[in-house]
């Protein structure tokens, strides 16, 4: 057949689409860009908080009316969803009849063989979700890429260790696991010869990389070894649990020519009490120390953070707090949620669950703060140079191109607009100067 896999969510869920992608090709399907010229569609859904769980509801439900109107023959459910929803399998089977099969993010390497029953007139609907994920895609596994051909996200360890009150991820992730720096390294250096040229490494929990198959921690040993392989330009780290940020990891993001200045380091809150009714195993001192290090010993470096707002037990002081930080560590990209309470973790009983108006206003009232933050950072960044990853040409203006400096992560960051009057080819990096800044964007032009 030929199957449209459509990804949601993080680009984690990206990766388990890419080995699945690969997994149908090997075994003979062919695969389409666009669900409405597919035989077959494969959503692998996000399920992390509740928004995410009802875009996935709503994307399955478009997707069933193609089903209904003749355009699809078949429809497959994969991924968080499904897992997450394990122990309702008779309602998910009964509410979404137009949905061929259901399996869960340890289970996608199924879906092949039970395609090929159904075609072979076995029509039986499946529900196939493990009790504990434990798949782990490894280099040699079949793999078909989704991303623009010069970067890529490469999964060094799966699964969560972590306790966080708020956080579901490992009821259907499962508990850590990481592969051998010996398989990354073989991956990273086939990419490279596909013509990659940045290597986004993630992990539920990337800081901790390692520690379940060498004992400890091992990020920065694993930054070494890539950094030695021919080609490679630019590594980042997304997805860092602050609680692993060891003084080696600091050492080796300031001393690894092709690890760029960045790290996403999700920290949550700044305050000790939210910090403990959270299980973020850091309290405010850490996190404040953790900032100055990075700021002293790395020139340069570019720091991503979440926070959650709104939190059970969150007063406005505590908010205020928060707001104070953010000025005191002048992180160059935030992200900010409302707390959203999700089933079956501890924060969903808390008392003092803070309203829905309540959270708004203060993470408006943050989100301001952060874009004067980001609004002066970046106008720092007027009449100086950097290098850019050139991502798409303008689709009117021939003299403009998009791109990515290293302070920006893919989907989640701002761009440099370059302008240039010849032709800059996507994948490649030039030299720009800045002549102009907003809140999240730079203008530039580049350097002959």
Same mark, same amino acid.
């Given at each position: 057949?030929?199957?449209?896999?459509?990804?949601?969510?993080?680009?984690?869920?990206?990766?388990?689409?890419?080995?699945?992608?690969?997994?149908?090709?090997?075994?003979?399907?062919?695969?389409?860009?666009?669900?409405?010229?597919?035989?077959?569609?494969?959503?692998?859904?996000?399920?992390?908080?509740?928004?995410?769980?009802?875009?996935?509801?709503?994307?399955?439900?478009?997707?069933?009316?193609?089903?209904?109107?003749?355009?699809?023959?078949?429809?497959?459910?994969?991924?968080?969803?499904?897992?997450?929803?394990?122990?309702?399998?008779?309602?998910?089977?009964?509410?979404?009849?137009?949905?061929?099969?259901?399996?869960?993010?340890?289970?996608?390497?199924?879906?092949?063989?039970?395609?090929?029953?159904?075609?072979?007139?076995?029509?039986?609907?499946?529900?196939?979700?493990?009790?504990?994920?434990?798949?782990?895609?490894?280099?040699?596994?079949?793999?078909?890429?989704?991303?623009?051909?010069?970067?890529?996200?490469?999964?060094?360890?799966?699964?969560?260790?972590?306790?966080?009150?708020?956080?579901?991820?490992?009821?259907?992730?499962?508990?850590?696991?990481?592969?051998?720096?010996?398989?990354?390294?073989?991956?990273?250096?086939?990419?490279?010869?596909?013509?990659?040229?940045?290597?986004?490494?993630?992990?539920?929990?990337?800081?901790?990389?390692?520690?379940?198959?060498?004992?400890?921690?091992?990020?920065?040993?694993?930054?070494?070894?890539?950094?030695?392989?021919?080609?490679?330009?630019?590594?980042?780290?997304?997805?860092?649990?602050?609680?692993?940020?060891?003084?080696?990891?600091?050492?080796?993001?300031?001393?690894?020519?092709?690890?760029?200045?960045?790290?996403?380091?999700?920290?949550?809150?700044?305050?000790? /009490? *939210?910090?403990?009714? !959270? @299980? +973020?195993?850091?309290?405010?001192? $850490?996190?404040?120390?953790?900032?100055?290090?990075? &700021? %002293?010993?790395?020139?340069?470096?570019?720091?991503?953070?979440?926070?959650?707002?709104?939190?059970?037990?969150?007063?406005?002081?505590?908010?205020?707090?928060?707001?104070?930080?953010?000025?005191?560590?002048?992180?160059?990209?935030?992200?900010?949620?409302?707390?959203?309470?999700?089933?079956?973790?501890?924060?969903?009983?808390?008392?003092?669950?803070?309203?829905?108006?309540?959270?708004?206003? /203060? *993470?408006?009232?943050? !989100? @301001? +703060?952060?874009?004067?933050?980001? $609004?002066?950072?970046?106008?720092?960044?007027?009449? &100086? %140079?950097?290098?850019?990853?050139?991502?798409?040409?303008?689709?009117?203006?021939?003299?403009?191109?998009?791109?990515?400096?290293?302070?920006?992560?893919?989907?989640?960051?701002?761009?440099?607009?370059?302008?240039?009057?010849?032709?800059?080819?996507?994948?490649?990096?030039?030299?720009?100067?800045?002549?102009?800044?907003?809140?999240?964007?730079?203008?530039?032009?580049?350097?002959?």
């Amino acid at each position: 057949m030929k199957i449209h896999v459509l990804s949601l969510g993080c680009a984690r869920a990206l990766v388990d689409s890419e080995g699945l992608a690969g997994l149908l090709k090997e075994a003979g399907h062919s695969l389409s860009h666009e669900p409405q010229s597919a035989d077959c569609v494969v959503v692998n859904t996000c399920s992390f908080i509740r928004e995410a769980e009802e875009e996935s509801v709503a994307t399955i439900l478009d997707l069933a009316e193609l089903k209904k109107t003749g355009k699809i023959r078949r429809l497959y459910v994969a991924g968080c969803l499904p897992q997450k929803r394990r122990n309702e399998k008779e309602d998910m089977l009964s509410l979404l009849p137009e949905v061929d099969g259901f399996l869960g993010p340890g289970d996608l390497s199924k879906l092949p063989m039970l395609i090929e029953r159904q075609e072979s007139g076995k029509p039986d609907r499946f529900f196939v979700t493990s009790p504990v994920p434990t798949l782990l895609f490894e280099s040699t596994a079949p793999r078909q890429r989704l991303t623009p051909k010069h970067f890529a996200y490469v999964k060094v360890s799966e699964g969560c260790d972590h306790a966080c009150t708020f956080c579901s991820i490992p009821q259907f992730r499962g508990a850590h696991r990481s592969r051998s720096i010996e398989d990354i390294s073989a991956e990273v250096r086939q990419l490279v010869s596909e013509g990659v040229k940045e290597f986004n490494l993630i992990g539920q929990d990337s800081s901790y990389y390692g520690a379940d198959i060498y004992g400890k921690p091992c990020l920065p040993k694993l930054l070494r070894a890539l950094s030695e392989i021919p080609d490679v330009r630019w590594i980042r780290i997304l997805y860092a649990h602050p609680a692993h940020v060891t003084d080696d990891l600091i050492a080796a993001i300031r001393d690894c020519k092709p690890v760029v200045k960045y790290i996403d380091i999700p920290l949550q809150h700044i305050n000790d /009490r *939210l910090l403990r009714a !959270m @299980r +973020r195993e850091t309290d405010g001192d $850490y996190i404040r120390r953790l900032v100055r290090k990075f &700021r %002293e010993q790395v020139p340069g470096m570019v720091i991503r953070s979440t926070f959650i707002v709104g939190f059970p037990g969150e007063t406005d002081a505590d908010a205020d707090e928060l707001e104070a930080f953010l000025g005191e560590a002048r992180f160059e990209r935030v992200g900010m949620f409302p707390f959203s309470p999700e089933p079956k973790t501890p924060s969903e009983k808390m008392a003092e669950q803070v309203p829905d108006d309540v959270k708004k206003k /203060r *993470l408006d009232q943050l !989100m @301001r +703060r952060q874009q004067e933050i980001s $609004y002066s950072i970046n106008q720092g960044w007027i009449g &100086r %140079e950097m290098e850019v990853l050139i991502e798409e040409p303008d689709s009117e203006d021939k003299t403009l191109f998009m791109g990515r400096s290293y302070a920006d992560a893919p989907e989640v960051d701002g761009q440099v607009f370059v302008k240039s009057p010849a032709p800059l080819a996507v994948g490649e990096l030039v030299r720009v100067k800045i002549t102009d800044a907003y809140e999240y964007d730079l203008f530039g032009e580049v350097i002959p």
